[in-house]
C-alpha cells in the first residue's frame, strides 16, 4: 500500500506586489510586442501575393505597416512610462530590482539557478517582487527595447518628414552607416524578444507550480501569497528602503 506523504503546514499572506500601472505596462506591452512582431516578419519578409483584384482595392501592406506603427509608438511611450515608474513606484518597481549592487544579489541569482536548472528545492531566494535573476534579465530586456525603439526610428527617418522620426537619425552612423545595417539588429532584437517571450512564460508556469505563490495571477491582479517569514523579512526591507527614498528625496 503506498504511503502518504503530509507537507508541513505553513502560513501564507496575501500581500499586494504589483500596482496597477505595472500591470497596464505589462499587458500593453505584451501586445505591442506581438503586433510588432507579426507585422515586421511580414514588412521585412514579404510573400509573394498574387490577386486579380485591383490594385486600389488592395492594401494589405498598407494596414501591416500602420498597425505596425501604431504599435511601435505605443511601444515606445509605454516604455518611457516604465522608466518614469521606476523612480516612483513602490519598491517592487524601483530600478534596483534590476541593477546588481551588491554580493547578495548574485547569490540569489545562484539560488534561482539551482532551482531552474538544477531543480533543487530552496526557499531562500522566494523574493516577494522579481528574484534576482529575473530582474538582472529585465535588465538587459530593457537595452533591448531601447535598441529597438531606436533602429526603429531611424529607418523610420529616412522615408518621414516628421520631426520626431529624425531625433533618431544619428543611429544609422551608430548601427553600421546604412538601412542594411539597422534592419539587421532591428530584425535581430525581433527574435530576442519571441526567445525571451517563450522563455518567460515557461519560468512564470514553472515558479508558480514550484513555489504555489499565485505567480501567474498576480500581474492581473497585483496579489501574491507569501511566506509568513518572508513576509516579515520584506517588510523589514521596505522600510529601510522607503527610509532611503526619503533620504534622497530631500537631497
Not at 49 to 58: F, Q, T
Not at 73 to 83: D, E
Not at 97 to 116: A, C, G, H, R, Y
Request: aromatic share 22%.
Amino acid at each position: 500500500m503506498a504511503s502518504i506523504t503530509h507537507s508541513s503546514p505553513h502560513k501564507l499572506r496575501r500581500v499586494f506586489v504589483w500596482q496597477l500601472p505595472v500591470r497596464v505596462y505589462h499587458w500593453l506591452n505584451a501586445l505591442a510586442i506581438v503586433a510588432l512582431c507579426i507585422t515586421g516578419y511580414f514588412i521585412g519578409n514579404p510573400p509573394a501575393l498574387l490577386s486579380g483584384a485591383e490594385a486600389s482595392d488592395r492594401y494589405l501592406f498598407g494596414w501591416i505597416r500602420f498597425v505596425h506603427f501604431v504599435a511601435a509608438y505605443i511601444f515606445f511611450f509605454n516604455f518611457l512610462f516604465r522608466i518614469y515608474w521606476g523612480f516612483v513606484g513602490n519598491k517592487y518597481a524601483d530600478w534596483k530590482n534590476f541593477i546588481p549592487t551588491n554580493k547578495k544579489f548574485f547569490q540569489e541569482i545562484w539560488q534561482v539557478l539551482s532551482i531552474d536548472i538544477f531543480l533543487k528545492k530552496n526557499k531562500e531566494h522566494m523574493s516577494v517582487g522579481h528574484n534576482a535573476l529575473a530582474g538582472l534579465v529585465y535588465f538587459f530586456t530593457f537595452i533591448a527595447f531601447m535598441v529597438q525603439c531606436i533602429t526603429g526610428f531611424a529607418l523610420y527617418a529616412n522615408m518621414s518628414d516628421w520631426w520626431f522620426a529624425d531625433l533618431f537619425i544619428w543611429a544609422s552612423w551608430l548601427f553600421g552607416h546604412d538601412d542594411f545595417a539597422l534592419r539587421n539588429w532591428h530584425h535581430a532584437t525581433m527574435w530576442f524578444f519571441i526567445v525571451f517571450a517563450m522563455v518567460h512564460v515557461y519560468l512564470v508556469f514553472y515558479h508558480d507550480y514550484v513555489e504555489g505563490r499565485g505567480e501567474t495571477s498576480s500581474i492581473v491582479g497585483g496579489w501574491k501569497f507569501i511566506d509568513e517569514e518572508a513576509f516579515h523579512k520584506d517588510q523589514q526591507d521596505t522600510a529601510e528602503w522607503e527610509v532611503k527614498k526619503k533620504g534622497r528625496a530631500i537631497r
